[in-house]
């Protein structure tokens, strides 16, 4: 069974960091994209990263120069480290293997001015 479980979401104050962790179990990442998504309440839940399996990698333009994405496939993990955090970033964060079913069950990341 193919399970992704997303860590690392918090409170932090404008300007700070985070980084969130997305640690899959039953298959291996390393055949897969993996997507960052995230949902503001009463928002439609948006893509924020990609990282393909060749390791090269995309952003939506809100986060661009403040968000990285990366990948441990030796640990079967996805990473999303956060900068520069700004009030507009508070949302659940949900990772995605591929454009499968796959989703994790998301983590809040609230940041406060």
């Known amino acids: 069974q193919v399970q992704l479980v997303e860590s690392g979401g918090g409170l932090v104050q404008a300007g700070g960091s985070l980084r969130l962790s997305c640690a899959a179990s039953?298959?291996?990442?390393?055949?897969?994209?993996v997507r960052w998504y995230r949902q503001a309440p009463g928002a439609e839940r948006d893509l924020v990263a990609l990282?393909?399996?060749?390791?090269?990698?995309n952003y939506a333009d809100s986060v661009k120069g403040r968000f990285t994405i990366s990948r441990d496939n030796a640990k079967n993990t996805v990473y999303l480290q956060m900068n520069s955090l700004k009030p507009e970033d508070t949302a659940v964060y949900y990772c995605?293997?591929?454009?499968?079913?796959?989703w994790g069950q998301g983590t809040q990341v609230t940041v406060s001015s």
């Open positions: 995605r293997l591929g454009l499968t079913d796959h």
């Open positions: 039953g298959t291996g990442i390393d055949i897969y994209s």
């Open positions: 990282i393909r399996t060749d390791s090269t990698t």
